[in-house]
């Protein structure tokens, strides 16, 4: 991540766990742990993203298993897991992003349009050479992984490349570009 | 009391209801819309005592349902469930005619104390 588009990003990643943790214990009655070193979220992949453009260009993704999904779809609609749709949990986790999201828009301090959510399956994680860990939402400016009972979600606020192109990492991705994968 | 729902999210309309029950304000009839045209059908309709939505929602949005509705004279006590709380949002909401913001994440008892400030008469 460059020094330049860092330093325009005025939120951090303890203000992220601090939304995701209000959000987890508000909507869910869950509580949200910090986890260190970051472990990858197992396949298969879901990403809830909604994005920011105006005063702040970007966005802002969850981004965790679909079992993990399915779970919280379960608390949402006070359903067994069992009675989950696809379409029960791309509308629980994407409404979680959009109150995730619309509480990092406010960190921001600047005017922004927040877009209603997207929510995709991802493919699953192939080892192989490296690829950048840059997908449609822009790269990560700030991200913190963090674990409710077993599961496991990455909250990450996305900054478009303003002037400088996206860092490539030199370890395996956590994933490629986010897009729409098999459900 | 009859409270329209209105959020495009089923999971929030029943978090939102659930909330509303734990408020102690279950007792109310509560009823759905999934978008902003649909609300104003069921505002034509039924004739809700209050409304509670979303804003961000696909067109016509939460703001648009308010202005349509205050367009129409209907001056249904309105107020907005978002995740869109920064200062900005609550003044364009104020200047709607919104009675109020409720920010999510929110509890029952941000829920009620919003309602009770449009709902329960000043001595």
Known sequence: MSGSVSAAVPVSEGDLAAVARAVWDATLGLGLDGIEPAPPVPDPRLAAVVSLSGGFEGAVSLELSTAAGREIASLMFGLGVEEISWEDTADAVGELANIVGGNVKALLGRPAALSLPSVVALPPVTPGPCRPAVGRAGPVARGVTMGFGRNVVRIALHASATADPPAVTDVPAAGREIGKGDR | ?123
């Open chain 2, 1 to 123: 009391m009859r409270i329209l729902v209105v959020d495009d999210s089923r999971a929030m309309r029943l978090i939102i209801r659930r909330q509303l029950r734990r408020a102690g304000l279950g007792e109310h009839t509560v009823t759905e819309a999934a978008d902003g045209a649909e609300a104003l059908a069921a505002v034509l309709a039924d004739r809700p005592t209050l409304v509670l939505s979303d804003w961000n929602m696909p067109a016509p949005d939460g703001l648009q349902l308010l202005t349509e509705l205050r367009r129409r004279g209907i001056n249904v006590p309105f107020g907005f469930i978002t995740s869109e709380g920064t200062p900005e949002m609550r003044r364009r909401a104020e200047e709607a005619g919104a009675a109020f913001v409720v920010a999510k994440p929110f509890g029952a008892d941000d829920l009620r104390a919003a309602i009770e400030e449009v709902t329960v008469p000043r001595v």
